[in-house]
């Protein structure tokens, strides 16, 4: 059973538009939720992070929305600008002090000018 | 900001032959070491944890014995890939977690291991 799916796999939009990317979990231990972008051919760069103690969190453009009850998060990027094309991880963990993360197989953003 | 060099950036190897990989933490305290494997499908598999001055943790279906693992201080890791085959290729990652900013993990770009 995979502990965290994503959803779409694939996602397109247009330039501007808001894309909302989605995150579920089974593991109701998981309490930190970070979201790695990754572009072709480099590393997975940490984008932005909320604990389940908060039900939403901000950073520019990007935004976290947390369901503590559902077990659902989903990251929207607004005013989305071809440079956020990239696979968007999410990824849980319920032991932050080893960095042992669980990661979902990834949603594919394509913004297209 | 908090940066983790990997070094190579990619390795192509025979057959049986070995890699070894390193991982540089600038700017930061690495307390802890993550290695994964992300594979060709852009998977992620956790190889094993590593925490200065604690045993090294290997997950299922990895072993010290084919990923050898060494941490010695708070910005310096390396890994090994023994006897390297087919189903060894891949991107090895290392995340290291900054004591500074509990809980996030910050990656390298990963080592790129193909297998002839």
């Known amino acids: 059973q995979q502990q965290v799916r994503q959803s779409p796999q694939s996602l397109t939009v247009w330039e501007g538009e808001t894309a909302i990317l989605n995150c579920s979990y089974e593991d109701s231990t998981f309490n930190y939720f970070p979201w790695y972008q990754q572009f072709p051919g480099e590393g997975p760069a940490l984008l932005i992070s909320?604990?389940?103690?908060?039900d939403k969190k901000e950073d520019g453009r990007f935004t976290i929305f947390f369901n503590k009850r559902e077990k659902k998060l989903s990251l929207h990027i607004t005013d989305s600008q071809p440079g956020d094309s990239a696979t968007y991880f999410c990824a849980a963990s319920s032991d932050t002090n080893t960095g042992k993360l669980t990661f979902g197989d990834g949603t594919v953003l394509t913004v297209k000018p | 900001g908090a940066l983790v060099y990997q070094y190579p950036r990619r390795t192509i190897c025979k057959s049986g032959t070995s890699m070894r990989m390193e991982c540089q933490a600038v700017g930061f305290q690495a307390t802890s070491v993550a290695w994964y494997r992300q594979s060709p499908q852009k998977t992620f598999e956790l190889i094993a944890l590593s925490t200065v001055n604690s045993a090294i943790k290997y997950e299922q279906n990895f072993t010290q014995e084919k990923f050898p693992i060494s941490h010695p201080n708070l910005s310096f890791s390396s890994m090994t890939v023994l006897n390297a085959y087919l189903e060894d290729r891949g991107l090895y990652l290392c995340g290291a977690r900054d004591r500074g900013n509990t809980g996030q993990l910050y990656f390298g770009e990963g080592s790129k291991l193909t297998v002839l």
């Open positions: 909320i604990r389940s103690v908060s």
